[in-house]
């Protein structure tokens, strides 16, 4: 049974620049969430997809744009990256129907922002 | 805006003790879930708590959710090295699907 997965595991980009990050669900799962966590902290919610659109935000600019695919995988996209964009990048996926909203985490993408 | 709020922030034992995290909000949760993270690593879900007062043992772990859904804690008895991790927990919204995380407890176990 596979598990959340995300590419690239690490990733360094300069300010300004584009990124695009990667997640694949864990089996049977149709909603990945998204977020970033600095170091030494919670994890920050970025946004969460749902059959293919954007359920839900939090408090992240414009800069931060997503999709979903219809075989429930997703990407996360970066516009003019800043220095404090820097961070380790957490996919999560879970099952809509599911009894209790229990999240499954990938392995995070470090970015660093130089 | 619903907020988490766990305590302590930082905590180093030796091996062997016993110790209690606390997540705490003035909100009301559908479910609260522990999860545990390594470095480099992303969050491990450990356990999910739903009814009020309910408690849930995870060999050394107790998990414990307050009897009106607003905190809940985390103890763990004979600490071990291997405990040693960040501790975050994540309370369930009850109108939407998102979760509201803690800023995490930071576990030392020296040996």
């Known amino acids: 049974d596979a598990g959340v997965t995300q590419s690239p595991t690490h990733l360094i980009k300069t300010r300004g620049q584009q990124v695009t990050l990667r997640c694949s669900p864990k089996?049977?799962?149709?909603?990945v969430s998204w977020y970033q966590q600095a170091l030494g902290q919670g994890p920050q919610f970025i946004f969460q997809?749902?059959?293919?659109?954007?359920?839900q935000r939090g408090n992240f600019p414009d800069r931060f744009s997503g999709h979903q695919f219809p075989n429930y995988s997703s990407e996360l996209n970066v516009n003019a990256l800043l220095l404090g964009d820097s961070a380790l990048y957490l996919c999560?996926?879970?099952?809509?129907?599911?009894?209790?909203?229990?999240?499954?985490f990938g392995p995070g993408t470090r970015l660093t922002v130089t | 805006t619903q907020l988490l709020e766990q305590s302590p922030q930082f905590l180093s034992i030796q091996e062997g003790e016993n110790l209690t995290v606390y997540c705490n909000s003035s909100s009301v949760f559908s479910s609260l879930q522990w999860y545990r993270q390594e470095p480099g690593e992303g969050p491990v879900l450990l356990v999910t708590?739903?009814?009020g007062g309910e408690v849930k043992k995870l060999k050394r772990l107790t998990f414990q959710f307050g009897d009106a859904r607003k905190d809940s804690s985390l103890h763990i008895t004979a600490a071990q090295p291997g405990d040693t991790g960040l501790y975050l927990c994540a309370g369930e919204q009850q109108s939407n699907y998102q979760l509201i995380w803690g800023a995490g407890t930071k576990l030392i176990i020296k040996p």
């Open positions: 089996s049977g799962h149709d909603t």
């Open positions: 999560a996926s879970s099952l809509e129907t599911g009894e209790q909203f229990e999240q499954y």
């Open positions: 708590v739903v009814t």
């Open positions: 997809y749902y059959e293919e659109e954007e359920r």
